[in-house]
């Protein structure tokens, strides 16, 4: 067990360890939004962005505010950087005693699904969290999901999901609850 545990912290501190290079993030004129995606149970709700040349990051100030009930539906949102054939995605699911949210980057081409890689330190159930998601003109997409869980070894947790070229769309959705998002800005990372 000492050895599994020991492992397993050395994963985590891979992921959450990597150190960011300084940056400046600088919002896009009209590129910061109040979005509340309160969505009833089994129902969905979305807010798209088209035409995002110019913009290499978004930061988020986002809240997991309700979770609803439903039978075939969890509790659930995604924010989705898209191109023409792939997708990098970043889903948050609540469990339904609360606790930690279950946090997943993965890159989707078409139905399929791969690159799955799942956050180990991850904010709770109506906890306020910033997310950080910059990409290059080469399609690598960065996220980064900052959480009171993540505080003792550097305050986040970073995954990386290469899409063929930069999205030209992002998209936020929620399923069976709501979300908060307080702001969610668009705009450009200098380093």
Not at 11 to 17: D, E, T
Not at 41 to 54: P, T
Not at 76 to 93: C, G, K, M, P, Y
Request: glycine content about 6%; charged content about 10%; some cysteine.
């Amino acid at each position: 067990m000492l050895r599994l545990s020991g492992t397993l912290v050395a994963a985590c501190l891979v992921f959450v360890g990597q150190s960011a290079a300084a940056q400046s993030f600088a919002p896009s004129p009209n590129g910061s939004f109040l979005l509340d995606l309160d969505t009833q149970s089994g129902s969905f709700s979305v807010w798209r962005a088209n035409e995002i040349a110019g913009v290499n990051a978004v930061r988020a100030h986002v809240t997991f505010a309700r979770k609803g009930v439903d039978r075939q539906w969890a509790p659930t949102f995604q924010i989705r950087l898209s191109n023409e054939s792939h997708d990098a995605v970043l889903s948050f699911v609540a469990v339904p005693n609360s606790g930690p949210l279950i946090v997943q980057a993965s890159l989707v081409q078409g139905q399929q699904q791969s690159e799955q890689q799942t956050f180990l330190l991850t904010p709770t159930f109506q906890e306020a969290f910033d997310i950080d998601i910059d990409w290059t003109p080469a399609g690598v997409v960065t996220f980064t999901v900052h959480s009171q869980a993540a505080q003792a070894v550097n305050g986040y947790e970073r995954h990386q999901v290469t899409i063929s070229g930069p999205p030209n769309t992002i998209s936020a959705t929620c399923s069976t609850g709501e979300v908060t998002f307080n702001p969610i800005q668009l705009g450009h990372v200098t380093q």
